[in-house]
């Protein structure tokens, strides 16, 4: 009767250790494509100048509007 408890212990110990390292260890994935950034930058009226620095859409400054 121990042993069985022990060995359930165990187990269910190892099915844990398992779950949590299995989804710890999966780098998180990009929250939007290029392409997404490129459409939403335009949207709102940017310029997208992610060919120079990835993932950079610019803006132009209210003071500098003509």
Same mark, same amino acid.
């Given at each position: 009767?121990?042993?069985?408890?022990i060995?359930?212990?165990?187990?269910? *110990? *190892?099915? *844990?250790?398992?779950?949590f390292?299995?989804?710890?260890?999966?780098? +998180?994935?990009?929250? @939007?494509?290029?392409?997404?950034?490129?459409?939403?930058?335009? /949207?709102?009226?940017? $310029? $997208? /100048?992610?060919?120079?620095?990835?993932? @950079?859409?610019?803006?132009?400054? *209210?003071s500098?509007? +003509?």
């Amino acid at each position: 009767m121990t042993t069985r408890k022990i060995l359930l212990g165990a187990l269910l *110990a *190892a099915g *844990a250790c398992g779950l949590f390292t299995a989804c710890s260890s999966l780098p +998180p994935g990009p929250t @939007y494509t290029d392409d997404e950034l490129r459409a939403i930058c335009e /949207r709102r009226g940017g $310029w $997208w /100048r992610g060919e120079v620095i990835a993932g @950079y859409c610019e803006f132009q400054s *209210a003071s500098f509007a +003509p």
